[in-house]
């Protein structure tokens, strides 16, 4: 049993190496996590993070440990040049899932913390920069700010 348990983990070994190497997509994709601070209460930015989620199913909502987990959505991501479409602007669609934490800081800020997973893309490879402008967790952190400024 265990040499067949052994010799199963080495083909699905050699598969996903094989899959890697032809180019094949390997999902899910862990971006690095992101994360900025906000000059308001815990309490204040909980309540703007979990607004700022929309229409985003969460899976996980802990309040006592300041933890988030979405259900996975689809983002829209702008790309200029490059891509197979001859260097001009696409969207790449990305299935997503994110991974939040909201804790307060010594300082009086609150920071959160944010960390997405790629499940699929329209194209493999082009992925938003973690925290960027153009990523989830920016665009997260840009409605965040917005909500905490309209209180």
Do not use: K
């Amino acid at each position: 049993m265990g040499v067949r348990l052994c010799a199963g983990a080495l083909a699905a070994l050699v598969g996903l190496i094989h899959a890697a190497c032809a180019g094949q997509p390997i999902y899910p994709v862990i971006s690095p996590p992101a994360a900025t601070a906000f000059r308001a209460p815990h309490e204040a930015v909980w309540n703007a993070t979990l607004q700022s989620l929309g229409i985003v199913p969460p899976a996980v909502v802990d309040p006592a440990q300041g933890h988030i987990v979405t259900g996975q959505f689809t983002y829209d991501m702008p790309v200029q040049g490059g891509g197979m479409r001859g260097g001009g602007a696409f969207i790449q669609i990305l299935r997503v899932s994110m991974d939040i934490l909201v804790h307060p800081a010594p300082d009086g800020t609150t920071t959160v913390r944010a960390q997405t997973t790629i499940h699929d893309a329209q194209q493999y490879g082009f992925w938003p920069g973690a925290g960027g402008p153009n990523s989830p967790e920016g665009d997260l952190f840009a409605r965040i700010a917005s909500h905490l400024a309209g209180r």
